[in-house]
C-alpha cells in the first residue's frame, strides 16, 4: 500500500501495534506485580527497583502503567462502538427520509457539533454518574456528532454521483439505495475515521479520569494513574511520565493511523502537470538561453519577439521552438487543438509558466528580454486577459479597487488618482455607469462585464501588447462578439498589439490580420487570415473545413479530422500530423519538416 | 433570509441547552437530593431539600419556575457551599474568559501567518521537504491533548528548570504555560487549514491575473488571497473556538487556574447539581454565541453572501 508510506500513517501504525500487544499481555505479564502492596516502600521516586516510583501502596508505577493498557484500551473500544452504533445510523438518516425529515436532521446534526466535545462528555457523565461506565457514555456519546456529520457528508457524496441517480431511475427505493449503493462506498472512509476516533476516544477517557470523572479506585486505567500521580508532578516528576507517555503514545498512534489513511483515501490524487525535473529550478520559471544562440536577425519594430520558445515541464515538453513576431498595433491569432500548447506559449510570453516548468529560447518585449525587465514594466507595458472571467476577479474585493491597484502599484499614483482612472478605463471599455461600477463586486458583474473589466485592467498601464488567451470561450455567443469587437478597438484605437489565442477559427480569421497555426507543441503555418482558404499545411486546411461558415453546404455533413493529436509526451519523431494527414509520404513519418515561408510541410497542398 | 436563519437555529440551540440543564436533574438515575446529601443524610432533611428546590411539583410547574429564573439571572443555589450558583460562575467565568482569550489571539497571530508562508513555499509541488516537516509537526501537535502537553511543561519548565510558575493565576508569566498548552493544538489545527485554503486560492485564476499585473507580493498575499482563504478558515476556526472552551476545563484543572473549567468538575465530582447546571448552562450558551457570532462574520466578510443578509 502507496499510502502507508506517509510518516504519520507508519509512526502511527507501529504505535498502534505496540498498545494492541501491550493490551493483550499486559495484565498476565505486569498484572501481580501492579497489584502488589509494599507498605515500606510507598510514595517513591526513581529507584533501581522502581524506575518510575512508587504510589500511595508502594505499588510498582511502571508494572501499573503497562498493566493500565487492557483497562485503558477496552474502555476506549466500547465508547467507540456507542459512537458508530449512534453516528453512523444517524447520519445516514438524511439519506433516506423524505426532505423535510432530512433537513431536519441535517440541523440537529449541525447544532450538536458546535457543542464541545468534552463538554458534553462532562454532561453524559453527570448523569451515568462519575465512574468508568458514565465516562465511557460520555465519551461515547460526545463523538456522535461529529461521525454523524461525516457520514452524511460522504452519504452526500456518493448521493449525488451518476450511478445513484441511475439507480433512483430505475425505481431503487431510498433505504435500498442506501444499503446497495451508499454504504458501501463510503464504508473504507468510514472505518478508517472510526480508528481515528478510537484514538480519540482514549484520550477523551484519560481525560476524563484525570479530572477524577471516569474509572474509579480500586480500578486503574492510565487517566486514573495520572490522576493520582499529578499532585507528586512537583516532586517526583518521573511519577507522572509511565502514564501520560503511555496516553500520548497509544492515543496519538491510533488518531494518526486513523487521519492519515483517511486523507490519503478521500484525496483525489492530483497528477502534477508532468513529473518533476530532477533539476527544476525552484521559483518562477526561468528563461535560458540556448548555447550558441547569437543575436538573431530581429524586426526592430516588432514589439513582441519570439524565438525557439521551448517550454518543459519535467521529461514533457508541451511547447517546442516555437518562433513568430508580433509589430506594433497589428493583432495576430494563434489557434490550434487543446493541448496543441497554444495556451503555455500565451503565459510563456505573460513570464507566467507555472513551477516547475522551465522556459527556454527568447521572448523579447520591446527589443528587451522579458527576463531583463522590471516588475512595473511588466505590470504596464504587457497585459493579459484569460479564458474564465468568473475566475479570473477576486470575489473578495470591489472591482474598481482591482483596476486602481495597478496604478497605485506601478504607476505611483495616489489612491485618488488611481480611482479616477480606474472609472476613466472601465468607461473607454463601453461599461455603464463606471463611477458605480467601480464600487460594486465582482459576483454583481455578468460574464460579458467582468471580461470587459478584465480588458480595462490590462488597459491601466499603457500596454504594448495585450494577450488575450481564449477570452470569450465562456460566454454567450452573443456577448462574445462583442467582447471581441472591443479588443479588436482598443487595438486600433490605443495601437497595442494584441496576440488572440482561440480554438476557434472563425473568431480568429475575422478579428486578426495574420494567424498562427499551432499542432503539437509547434507552428504548422503562418499565414494572413485573407489566405486561410487557400492554406497549404493540410492541418490547416483540415480546420477550415471542420468549421461551419454561412457557405458552408448544410446538405453534407460537417468534416472532422479523423484521429488525435499526440500527447505532448508522445510526439512522433516526423511530423506530429502524419499519422491523421491523408497526403502523408513516408518521409512525413521520419523527418520532422522545417518551417520555411511560415510552412512546415513536405507535402504541402497547392491548390 | 441568512440572517433569520442563523438567528432562528440560534434560538433554537440555546432553548434546547436551557432544556437540557433543566433535565438533567430528571435524568440523573435515582435521586439527586439523596446522591447529593449521601446515604446517611436523615430522610427528613433529604424531604426538606427537595421541597426547597420544587422538586417535589409537577414536572410541567418546575419547568415554568426553572425557565422564569434563568430568565432573571437566578441559577439557584450550590448545593454544597450554599452559595449563589450564578455568583459563583460570576465570580470563575473572567478567569476562564481571559485564558481562552489570549490562546485564541496567540492561536490567529501564529497560525494565519506560518500557514500562509507554508503555503506560499510549498505550493505547485516545490519545498516537499519543508512541507513534510510541516505536517508531520502540526499533525502531531493537534492531535496531542493538552493536558499532555500541560503536564510535560510543568515538570520540565515548572519542576526542572523552575522558570515558570507551575498553578495558579498571578501574573503575565503563570499565563505562559496554560495558554501554550492550551493553544498548541488549535494553532496546529489552523495553520493547516489556512495552508490548504491558501494553496487552492494560489491555483485559481485571480490569483494568476495578479501576478500578471506583477502586483508585490506583499499586496498579492494580503490583500487577494487573506480575505478568501479566510472565511473558510473561519468556518472551522469557530469550531476550534468551542473546543477551546471544553480544553480550558482540563487545563485550569491540571494549573489549578481559578476560572469556571475546575469549579465545575468539582461540582460535577462533587455531585453539586445546581452548580454544574449552571456551569453547563453558560458553557453551552457561551459555545453558541461564538459559533453564531462567527457565522455573521463570515457573512459579512463574503460580499457574495452580504446583499442576501441584509436583504
Given at each position: 500500500m502507496s499510502r502507508m508510506r506517509t510518516p504519520s500513517a507508519l509512526a502511527g501504525l507501529l504505535l498502534v501495534l505496540v498498545t494492541l500487544v501491550l493490551a493483550v499481555i499486559g495484565p498476565w505479564l505486569w498484572g501481580a506485580e501492579a497489584e502488589r502492596f509494599d507498605p515500606l516502600h510507598t510514595?517513591?521516586?526513581?529507584?533501581?527497583?522502581h524506575p518510575l516510583g512508587t504510589d500511595d501502596g508502594g505499588r510498582d508505577l511502571l508494572a501499573r502503567t503497562l498493566a493500565a493498557t487492557r483497562q485503558s484500551v477496552w474502555l476506549a473500544v466500547l465508547a467507540t462502538l456507542i459512537t458508530t452504533a449512534a453516528g453512523v445510523p444517524l447520519g445516514a438518516l438524511p439519506s433516506v427520509l423524505g426532505p423535510r425529515a432530512a433537513r431536519f436532521t441535517s440541523g440537529l446534526i449541525d447544532s450538536l457539533v458546535a457543542f464541545p466535545v468534552l463538554l458534553l462528555a462532562m454532561f453524559a457523565a453527570l448523569l451515568a454518574g462519575a465512574g468508568a461506565r458514565g465516562a465511557v457514555v460520555g465519551i461515547g456519546v460526545a463523538a456522535v456528532p461529529g461521525l454523524a456529520r461525516l457520514t452524511r457528508t460522504l452519504a452526500d457524496t456518493v448521493a449525488a454521483s451518476d450511478y445513484v441517480a441511475a439507480a433512483r431511475v430505475l425505481g431503487a427505493g431510498r433505504s435500498a439505495i442506501l444499503v446497495r449503493h451508499v454504504l458501501p462506498n463510503i464504508a473504507e472512509p468510514l472505518i478508517l475515521t472510526i480508528t481515528a476516533n478510537l484514538g480519540y476516544a482514549l484520550l477523551g477517557l484519560a481525560t476524563l479520569s484525570l479530572l477524577g470523572l471516569g474509572v474509579q479506585p480500586p480500578d486503574y486505567d492510565w487517566g486514573r494513574l495520572l490522576h493520582d500521580t499529578l499532585p507528586r508532578v512537583y516532586v517526583d516528576p518521573e511519577v507522572v511520565a509511565g502514564p501520560a507517555l503511555a496516553v500520548a503514545l497509544a492515543g496519538t498512534g491510533f488518531a494518526l493511523l486513523g487521519e492519515s489513511l483517511a486523507r490519503a483515501s478521500a484525496r483525489v490524487p492530483v497528477a502534477p502537470v508532468a513529473p518533476s525535473a530532477p533539476s527544476a529550478p525552484r521559483g518562477e520559471s526561468r528563461t535560458v538561453l540556448p548555447p550558441g544562440c547569437g543575436p538573431l536577425p530581429e524586426a526592430p519594430e516588432a514589439v513582441l519577439e519570439v524565438r525557439d520558445l521551448t517550454v518543459s515541464f519535467g521529461g514533457v515538453t508541451p511547447v517546442r521552438e516555437v518562433s513568430f513576431s508580433v509589430a506594433p498595433g497589428e493583432l495576430v491569432g494563434i489557434v490550434g487543438e487543446s493541448g496543441s500548447g497554444k495556451s503555455l506559449t500565451a503565459l510563456a510570453v505573460g513570464g507566467l509558466v507555472p513551477h516547475p516548468g522551465t522556459v527556454a529560447g527568447r521572448v523579447l518585449l520591446g527589443g528587451r528580454p522579458l527576463a531583463e525587465l522590471t516588475r512595473r514594466e511588466l505590470g504596464t507595458r504587457l497585459a493579459m486577459v484569460f479564458q474564465d472571467p468568473m475566475a479570473a476577479l477576486n470575489p473578495a474585493l470591489r472591482v474598481g479597487s482591482q483596476l486602481a491597484e495597478v496604478a497605485t502599484a506601478h504607476l505611483g499614483a495616489s489612491r485618488g488618482q488611481a480611482r479616477k482612472r480606474a472609472v476613466e478605463r472601465l468607461g473607454r471599455v463601453r461599461l455603464p455607469d463606471p463611477e458605480a461600477q467601480a464600487r460594486r463586486y465582482p459576483h454583481e458583474f455578468s460574464g460579458g462585464m467582468r471580461q470587459r473589466a478584465v480588458i480595462a485592467m490590462g488597459l491601466m498601464g499603457e500596454p504594448e501588447l495585450i494577450v488575450a488567451d481564449e477570452p470569450t470561450t465562456a460566454l454567450d455567443v452573443t456577448v462574445q462578439k462583442r467582447v471581441l469587437e472591443l479588443l479588436a478597438e482598443v487595438n486600433e484605437t490605443t495601437g497595442a498589439a494584441g496576440l488572440l489565442i482561440s480554438h476557434d477559427l472563425a473568431v480568429v480569421s475575422q478579428h486578426c490580420g495574420r494567424v498562427l497555426v499551432m499542432y503539437a507543441g509547434r507552428i504548422v503555418e503562418e499565414l494572413p487570415s485573407s489566405e486561410l482558404r487557400r492554406a497549404r499545411h493540410p492541418y490547416t486546411r483540415a480546420l477550415v473545413a471542420a468549421s461551419p461558415d454561412l457557405e458552408t453546404d448544410r446538405s453534407r455533413p460537417l468534416a472532422t479530422i479523423p484521429g488525435r493529436q499526440p500527447a505532448s509526451a508522445e510526439v512522433p519523431a516526423g511530423c506530429a500530423f502524419a499519422p491523421r494527414c491523408a497526403r502523408a509520404l513516408e518521409r512525413c513519418r521520419t523527418d520532422r519538416p522545417e518551417p520555411v515561408d511560415g510552412l512546415a510541410c513536405w507535402n504541402p497542398e497547392t491548390a | 433570509m441568512f440572517l433569520l436563519r442563523r438567528a432562528t437555529r440560534f434560538a433554537l440551540s440555546l432553548v434546547l441547552v436551557v432544556l437540557a440543564s433543566f433535565a438533567m436533574l430528571h435524568l440523573i438515575p435515582g435521586d439527586p437530593v439523596r446522591a447529593a446529601l449521601g446515604p446517611t443524610a436523615p430522610r427528613e432533611a433529604v424531604e426538606q431539600r427537595r421541597a426547597e428546590l420544587g422538586l417535589d411539583r409537577p414536572w410541567p410547574e418546575q419547568l415554568r419556575t426553572y425557565l422564569g429564573k434563568v430568565a432573571t439571572g437566578d441559577f439557584g443555589e450550590s448545593f454544597l457551599s450554599r452559595q449563589p450558583a450564578g455568583q459563583v460562575v460570576a465570580d470563575r467565568f473572567p478567569a476562564t474568559v481571559q485564558l481562552v482569550v489570549v490562546t485564541v489571539a496567540l492561536a490567529l497571530l501564529v497560525a494565519v501567518p506560518l500557514g500562509m508562508a507554508m503555503a506560499a513555499r510549498t505550493h505547485g509541488g516545490r519545498g516537499r521537504r519543508s512541507e513534510l516537516a510541516f505536517t508531520s509537526v502540526t499533525g502531531g501537535l493537534s492531535v496531542i491533548p493538552e493536558f499532555l502537553l500541560a503536564v510535560a511543561m510543568i515538570a520540565l519548565f515548572g519542576v526542572v528548570l523552575r522558570w515558570l510558575p507551575v498553578a495558579g493565576k498571578d501574573g503575565a508569566a503563570s499565563f505562559v504555560m496554560p495558554v501554550l498548552a492550551l493553544a498548541a493544538g488549535p494553532t496546529a489545527l489552523l495553520a493547516r487549514l489556512v495552508r490548504m485554503e491558501t494553496l487552492r486560492e494560489l491555483s485559481s485564476d485571480y490569483v494568476r491575473l495578479a501576478r500578471a499585473k506583477r502586483l508585490p507580493a506583499v499586496r498579492l498575499y494580503l490583500v487577494h488571497l487573506l480575505p478568501n482563504s479566510l472565511t473558510a478558515t473561519l468556518t472551522t476556526g469557530g469550531l476550534v473556538l468551542t473546543s477551546l472552551l471544553g480544553g480550558s476545563v482540563v487545563v485550569e484543572y491540571v494549573f489549578q487556574w481559578p476560572g469556571l473549567g475546575g469549579t465545575t468538575v468539582e461540582a460535577i465530582a462533587g455531585k453539586d447539581y445546581a452548580l454544574a447546571q449552571a456551569a453547563i448552562l453558560v458553557y453551552g450558551a457561551v459555545s453558541l454565541t461564538v459559533v453564531f457570532l462567527v457565522d455573521l462574520a463570515l457573512g459579512l466578510l463574503d460580499p457574495r453572501s452580504r446583499p442576501r443578509m441584509l436583504g
Amino acid at each position: 500500500m502507496s499510502r502507508m508510506r506517509t510518516p504519520s500513517a507508519l509512526a502511527g501504525l507501529l504505535l498502534v501495534l505496540v498498545t494492541l500487544v501491550l493490551a493483550v499481555i499486559g495484565p498476565w505479564l505486569w498484572g501481580a506485580e501492579a497489584e502488589r502492596f509494599d507498605p515500606l516502600h510507598t510514595l517513591q521516586g526513581h529507584s533501581p527497583e522502581h524506575p518510575l516510583g512508587t504510589d500511595d501502596g508502594g505499588r510498582d508505577l511502571l508494572a501499573r502503567t503497562l498493566a493500565a493498557t487492557r483497562q485503558s484500551v477496552w474502555l476506549a473500544v466500547l465508547a467507540t462502538l456507542i459512537t458508530t452504533a449512534a453516528g453512523v445510523p444517524l447520519g445516514a438518516l438524511p439519506s433516506v427520509l423524505g426532505p423535510r425529515a432530512a433537513r431536519f436532521t441535517s440541523g440537529l446534526i449541525d447544532s450538536l457539533v458546535a457543542f464541545p466535545v468534552l463538554l458534553l462528555a462532562m454532561f453524559a457523565a453527570l448523569l451515568a454518574g462519575a465512574g468508568a461506565r458514565g465516562a465511557v457514555v460520555g465519551i461515547g456519546v460526545a463523538a456522535v456528532p461529529g461521525l454523524a456529520r461525516l457520514t452524511r457528508t460522504l452519504a452526500d457524496t456518493v448521493a449525488a454521483s451518476d450511478y445513484v441517480a441511475a439507480a433512483r431511475v430505475l425505481g431503487a427505493g431510498r433505504s435500498a439505495i442506501l444499503v446497495r449503493h451508499v454504504l458501501p462506498n463510503i464504508a473504507e472512509p468510514l472505518i478508517l475515521t472510526i480508528t481515528a476516533n478510537l484514538g480519540y476516544a482514549l484520550l477523551g477517557l484519560a481525560t476524563l479520569s484525570l479530572l477524577g470523572l471516569g474509572v474509579q479506585p480500586p480500578d486503574y486505567d492510565w487517566g486514573r494513574l495520572l490522576h493520582d500521580t499529578l499532585p507528586r508532578v512537583y516532586v517526583d516528576p518521573e511519577v507522572v511520565a509511565g502514564p501520560a507517555l503511555a496516553v500520548a503514545l497509544a492515543g496519538t498512534g491510533f488518531a494518526l493511523l486513523g487521519e492519515s489513511l483517511a486523507r490519503a483515501s478521500a484525496r483525489v490524487p492530483v497528477a502534477p502537470v508532468a513529473p518533476s525535473a530532477p533539476s527544476a529550478p525552484r521559483g518562477e520559471s526561468r528563461t535560458v538561453l540556448p548555447p550558441g544562440c547569437g543575436p538573431l536577425p530581429e524586426a526592430p519594430e516588432a514589439v513582441l519577439e519570439v524565438r525557439d520558445l521551448t517550454v518543459s515541464f519535467g521529461g514533457v515538453t508541451p511547447v517546442r521552438e516555437v518562433s513568430f513576431s508580433v509589430a506594433p498595433g497589428e493583432l495576430v491569432g494563434i489557434v490550434g487543438e487543446s493541448g496543441s500548447g497554444k495556451s503555455l506559449t500565451a503565459l510563456a510570453v505573460g513570464g507566467l509558466v507555472p513551477h516547475p516548468g522551465t522556459v527556454a529560447g527568447r521572448v523579447l518585449l520591446g527589443g528587451r528580454p522579458l527576463a531583463e525587465l522590471t516588475r512595473r514594466e511588466l505590470g504596464t507595458r504587457l497585459a493579459m486577459v484569460f479564458q474564465d472571467p468568473m475566475a479570473a476577479l477576486n470575489p473578495a474585493l470591489r472591482v474598481g479597487s482591482q483596476l486602481a491597484e495597478v496604478a497605485t502599484a506601478h504607476l505611483g499614483a495616489s489612491r485618488g488618482q488611481a480611482r479616477k482612472r480606474a472609472v476613466e478605463r472601465l468607461g473607454r471599455v463601453r461599461l455603464p455607469d463606471p463611477e458605480a461600477q467601480a464600487r460594486r463586486y465582482p459576483h454583481e458583474f455578468s460574464g460579458g462585464m467582468r471580461q470587459r473589466a478584465v480588458i480595462a485592467m490590462g488597459l491601466m498601464g499603457e500596454p504594448e501588447l495585450i494577450v488575450a488567451d481564449e477570452p470569450t470561450t465562456a460566454l454567450d455567443v452573443t456577448v462574445q462578439k462583442r467582447v471581441l469587437e472591443l479588443l479588436a478597438e482598443v487595438n486600433e484605437t490605443t495601437g497595442a498589439a494584441g496576440l488572440l489565442i482561440s480554438h476557434d477559427l472563425a473568431v480568429v480569421s475575422q478579428h486578426c490580420g495574420r494567424v498562427l497555426v499551432m499542432y503539437a507543441g509547434r507552428i504548422v503555418e503562418e499565414l494572413p487570415s485573407s489566405e486561410l482558404r487557400r492554406a497549404r499545411h493540410p492541418y490547416t486546411r483540415a480546420l477550415v473545413a471542420a468549421s461551419p461558415d454561412l457557405e458552408t453546404d448544410r446538405s453534407r455533413p460537417l468534416a472532422t479530422i479523423p484521429g488525435r493529436q499526440p500527447a505532448s509526451a508522445e510526439v512522433p519523431a516526423g511530423c506530429a500530423f502524419a499519422p491523421r494527414c491523408a497526403r502523408a509520404l513516408e518521409r512525413c513519418r521520419t523527418d520532422r519538416p522545417e518551417p520555411v515561408d511560415g510552412l512546415a510541410c513536405w507535402n504541402p497542398e497547392t491548390a | 433570509m441568512f440572517l433569520l436563519r442563523r438567528a432562528t437555529r440560534f434560538a433554537l440551540s440555546l432553548v434546547l441547552v436551557v432544556l437540557a440543564s433543566f433535565a438533567m436533574l430528571h435524568l440523573i438515575p435515582g435521586d439527586p437530593v439523596r446522591a447529593a446529601l449521601g446515604p446517611t443524610a436523615p430522610r427528613e432533611a433529604v424531604e426538606q431539600r427537595r421541597a426547597e428546590l420544587g422538586l417535589d411539583r409537577p414536572w410541567p410547574e418546575q419547568l415554568r419556575t426553572y425557565l422564569g429564573k434563568v430568565a432573571t439571572g437566578d441559577f439557584g443555589e450550590s448545593f454544597l457551599s450554599r452559595q449563589p450558583a450564578g455568583q459563583v460562575v460570576a465570580d470563575r467565568f473572567p478567569a476562564t474568559v481571559q485564558l481562552v482569550v489570549v490562546t485564541v489571539a496567540l492561536a490567529l497571530l501564529v497560525a494565519v501567518p506560518l500557514g500562509m508562508a507554508m503555503a506560499a513555499r510549498t505550493h505547485g509541488g516545490r519545498g516537499r521537504r519543508s512541507e513534510l516537516a510541516f505536517t508531520s509537526v502540526t499533525g502531531g501537535l493537534s492531535v496531542i491533548p493538552e493536558f499532555l502537553l500541560a503536564v510535560a511543561m510543568i515538570a520540565l519548565f515548572g519542576v526542572v528548570l523552575r522558570w515558570l510558575p507551575v498553578a495558579g493565576k498571578d501574573g503575565a508569566a503563570s499565563f505562559v504555560m496554560p495558554v501554550l498548552a492550551l493553544a498548541a493544538g488549535p494553532t496546529a489545527l489552523l495553520a493547516r487549514l489556512v495552508r490548504m485554503e491558501t494553496l487552492r486560492e494560489l491555483s485559481s485564476d485571480y490569483v494568476r491575473l495578479a501576478r500578471a499585473k506583477r502586483l508585490p507580493a506583499v499586496r498579492l498575499y494580503l490583500v487577494h488571497l487573506l480575505p478568501n482563504s479566510l472565511t473558510a478558515t473561519l468556518t472551522t476556526g469557530g469550531l476550534v473556538l468551542t473546543s477551546l472552551l471544553g480544553g480550558s476545563v482540563v487545563v485550569e484543572y491540571v494549573f489549578q487556574w481559578p476560572g469556571l473549567g475546575g469549579t465545575t468538575v468539582e461540582a460535577i465530582a462533587g455531585k453539586d447539581y445546581a452548580l454544574a447546571q449552571a456551569a453547563i448552562l453558560v458553557y453551552g450558551a457561551v459555545s453558541l454565541t461564538v459559533v453564531f457570532l462567527v457565522d455573521l462574520a463570515l457573512g459579512l466578510l463574503d460580499p457574495r453572501s452580504r446583499p442576501r443578509m441584509l436583504g
